[in-house]
């Protein structure tokens, strides 16, 4: 199992320690460091300065949001950065839900989800694999454009510059069953959001036909502590804010599951107390059962042992959001 970096977006503004962090990841031996994005900073940005002062860990957005993006232009981005850093590029992706998509990007949201990131990550293979121009008759996208609103002068076309890689991994951070099953199919990996080693059942049906080199990279929240309460409350403030604050109460992808994780009336209590306005009490509402099962949290020999559950199953890469150094340094030995 390697081990990757997960730094996430910004808050207010750029983390001081991000840098470092990742530099110190790359001493350690770790495989990769990963950016994110959701409505403020971007994710390829930050990815290019770390490219910029790094050498050998590889790259990834986990995710970048497909809807901030035309396909095409996500795939400029992927291929530019692989050039850029050496072949070191992983293109994470994910669809976001209808309150981010609509509320932030202005365009609505696909109603057939799975069928629009399946013509997403057709348009990026084929432009990766430039063997001729862009061409797809899609519902939700079409190159050329054919719509009654258009010109009708558009032609296929093919990237300029030549890929690096044709074979670039492109992962999906997807949740619901059928495109956790899909995923399967078109992608090179899957990036769950919440992984428990307790409950691989939720995910068995799903991850029944993995090719082989197929990437299972979970996020989780790691930190080296004493008082595991105390080190479990950004776990819960997290996910108070996912389950109850990122998406509609009738539509909420984290929500449902964390349901499917069997904690469905904690999700709902969860969302009542956010959408109330009463955050703190949504936070503390988050079971510490399900935050812990989710994270790495608490003295090295506990960590260790609870270390050993994430190797038993299908997991490849755990990617680790890690506060400082020494929790770094502490998850390299242990998986050494």
């Not at 090179?188 to 049906?205: H, I, Q």
């Not at 992808?253 to 959408?275: D, K, S, V």
Request: overall charge neutral.
């Amino acid at each position: 199992m390697r081990l990757g970096l997960a730094l996430g977006y910004w808050g207010r503004g750029p983390d001081p320690g991000h840098l470092e962090l990742a530099r110190e990841a790359e001493r350690l031996g770790y495989d990769s460091v990963w950016t994110a994005e959701a409505w403020g900073s971007d994710a390829f940005t930050p990815l290019t300065w770390i490219a910029a002062h790094t050498r050998r860990i590889r790259l990834g957005t986990a995710v970048a949001q497909m809807a901030a993006r035309t396909p095409t232009a996500t795939a400029m981005h992927a291929l530019t950065l692989d050039h850029l850093s050496g072949g070191r590029m992983m293109l994470g992706l994910g669809l976001s839900g209808p309150q981010v998509v609509e509320g932030w990007y202005g365009r609505p949201f696909p109603d057939s989800p799975l069928t629009a990131t399946r013509e997403y990550v057709d348009v990026i293979r084929q432009v990766l694999a430039r063997e001729g121009p862009v061409e797809l008759a899609g519902r939700f996208h079409r190159h050329p454009y054919t719509g009654d609103d258009g010109t009708g002068t558009g032609k296929p076309l093919r990237p300029i510059t030549h890929p690096l890689r044709a074979d670039l991994p492109v992962l999906l951070g997807a949740e619901g069953p059928k495109n956790i099953a899909q995923t399967t199919r078109i992608a090179d990996g899957w990036l769950p959001l919440y992984w428990s080693p307790l409950r691989t059942d939720v995910y068995a049906a799903s991850l029944a036909d993995l090719p082989a080199g197929f990437m299972v990279a979970p996020m989780a929240r790691a930190r080296v502590c004493d008082d595991i309460a105390e080190g479990l409350l950004p776990v819960k403030a997290m996910l108070g804010f996912y389950i109850g604050g990122m998406g509609h109460a009738t539509r909420n992808f984290h929500a449902g599951l964390m349901a499917r994780m069997g904690f469905a009336a904690e999700a709902r209590r969860i969302q009542e107390l956010f959408l109330a306005g009463r955050r703190h009490e949504a936070v503390l509402a988050v079971p510490d059962d399900f935050a812990d099962e989710i994270s790495l949290v608490g003295p090295r020999e506990r960590i260790a042992e609870r270390l050993e559950l994430w190797r038993t199953g299908p997991v490849t890469d755990l990617l680790v959001t890690a506060p400082d150094p020494h929790t770094l340094r502490v998850l390299a030995e242990l998986n050494a």
